[in-house]
C-alpha cells in the first residue's frame, strides 16, 4: 500500500478519537410541504363592479415545500435548520422573488431556548396569527379579512438579515427579533425590533407582541401590535383580538378588531365565522402608486365563513365565503390593494367573494 493512502486510512481511523462529540451526534432532516390552490370568484372587485373568477394558490394556507432539520450535540443541545420555498400553484412560479423567500434559518437550540439567523418570521406574525379565528392552524386564506386596509397588521411578516430567540417557561413562550437595516453610517436605518409574549394553560391563551420598523430612508417609522385570546369549550374555540398601526410620516393610524369562533361539528368537518371591524384615521395615503394619493379616514365591516372537510389526514377541500364593506378612505386602500387602482370617487362599496378548493399536505 503506498504511504499517501496508509495515513488517509490512518486518519480516518484517529478521527472518531480525536471528535468523540461527532462520533455520536445524531442529525435528521425532514422534507414536508403544503399544495393549496381554490376556484375563486369575486365581484365588484375595483369597485367599478367588474367581477372576477380565478384560480389562486394557495386558497387555504400558503403553497410551500421545505426542509428542516436537527444535530444533536448531546445535553440538550442541537443545530437547527430551516429552508422553505414558496409557489404558485396556478402558475408554477417561485413567490418572494427567491428560492427560499418563505424562510431561511440557522441557529442552536437547548434548554436555555433558541437563537436563529436568516429571514424569519417575526413575533407579530407567530402571535398575532394564532388569535386570528379562520387561521385554525392551516394558514391564513387568500382574502382574508385581515388583509383589509392592505395587508399591513403584520409589518412584513418575514425579517431579513434576523437574529431570532426564543424560549419557552411553562405555560408562557416568549420571542425577541432583530433585523439589521445594514445601512452604511447607521445602525438604526432600516431596522426592525419587536417581541411577544405567549400564554398557553388548559383551555385558555392569551398573546400580546409588538414590531417596529425603522425607515431606510426618510422618518416614516412604523409601529404595528396585535393583542388576541383564545378559550376552548367542549369542541368549540372562542377568538376575540385587535390589531393596531402607526405611522409616523405621514401621520396614519389603523386598526382591527375581530370576534368569531371555530367549531370541530364531526371529526372530518371544521367550521368556522369570524366578524372584522376596520379603522383608519389621519394623512393616510395609497401604498403603491408612485406619487401617493392622499385618501384620509374611512372604516369598514368584513365578515367570513369556512368549512373544512378532511378527506384523510393529508388532504381536505374547504369551501370559504367572505363580504366586506369599505367607506369613505378605506374604499381606495381596498380597491388599490385587490384591483391595483385605487377608487377615489366612490364613498362606498361592497365586495363578495367565495371559494372551493383543496389541500394536500406532505
Not at 480516518?12 to 462520533?23: D, F, Q, R
Not at 403553497?63 to 442541537?78: A, I, M, P, V, Y
Not at 392552524?137 to 412584513?156: A, E, K, M, R
Not at 371591524?277 to 365563513?305: C, E, H, M, W
Request: charged share 15%; net charge neutral; hydrophobic share 35%.
Amino acid at each position: 500500500m503506498n504511504k499517501p493512502a496508509s495515513l488517509w486510512l490512518l486518519a480516518g481511523a484517529l478521527l472518531p478519537v480525536a471528535l468523540p462529540c461527532a462520533s455520536h451526534a445524531q442529525s435528521n432532516v425532514t422534507l414536508y410541504g403544503v399544495v393549496s390552490t381554490a376556484v375563486r370568484y369575486t365581484s365588484n372587485l375595483d369597485g367599478r363592479h367588474h367581477d372576477l373568477a380565478e384560480l389562486v394558490s394557495s386558497g387555504i394556507g400558503g403553497s410551500r415545500w421545505g426542509l428542516k432539520g436537527t444535530e444533536d450535540f448531546g445535553g440538550g443541545n442541537q443545530a437547527v435548520f430551516l429552508l422553505e420555498n414558496g409557489f404558485g400553484t396556478d402558475d408554477g412560479k417561485t413567490a418572494y422573488d427567491a428560492l427560499f423567500g418563505r424562510q431561511a434559518y440557522v441557529g442552536l437550540s437547548g434548554e436555555w431556548g433558541a437563537l436563529t439567523f436568516g429571514r424569519q418570521y417575526n413575533a407579530l406574525n407567530n402571535i398575532g396569527w394564532a388569535f386570528d379565528p379562520l387561521d385554525q392552524g392551516w394558514g391564513n386564506f387568500w382574502s382574508d379579512p385581515l388583509y383589509t386596509g392592505g395587508d399591513i397588521f403584520f409589518q412584513g411578516y418575514r425579517i431579513n438579515n434576523s437574529v431570532v430567540y426564543k424560549k419557552t417557561l411553562g405555560p408562557v413562550s416568549i420571542q425577541l427579533d432583530y433585523g439589521f437595516g445594514e445601512q452604511p453610517g447607521s445602525t438604526a436605518r432600516g431596522a426592525t425590533f419587536g417581541g411577544g409574549v405567549m400564554y398557553q394553560r388548559g383551555p385558555l391563551a392569551f398573546g400580546v407582541a409588538y414590531d417596529q420598523q425603522r425607515p431606510g430612508t426618510g422618518d416614516n417609522t412604523l409601529h404595528n401590535y396585535s393583542v388576541g385570546a383564545s378559550y376552548v369549550v367542549g369542541n368549540a374555540t372562542g377568538y376575540v383580538g385587535y390589531m393596531g398601526r402607526s405611522e409616523r410620516n405621514p401621520d396614519a393610524r389603523f386598526g382591527i378588531a375581530f370576534v368569531g369562533i371555530g367549531y370541530q361539528a364531526t371529526p372530518a368537518l371544521h367550521l368556522s365565522g369570524a366578524y372584522y371591524r376596520y379603522k383608519q384615521g389621519g394623512n393616510v395615503t395609497t401604498q403603491f402608486q408612485s406619487t401617493p394619493i392622499a385618501l384620509g379616514s374611512g372604516n369598514a365591516d368584513a365578515a367570513s365563513a369556512v368549512a373544512d372537510y378532511a378527506l384523510s389526514k393529508r388532504t381536505s377541500l374547504f369551501l370559504e365565503a367572505d363580504a366586506s364593506f369599505a367607506r369613505g378612505g378605506t374604499v381606495g386602500r381596498e380597491t388599490e390593494y385587490w384591483a391595483g387602482t385605487p377608487v377615489t370617487d366612490v364613498s362606498s362599496t361592497t365586495r363578495v367573494g367565495v371559494m372551493a378548493g383543496i389541500r394536500h399536505i406532505f
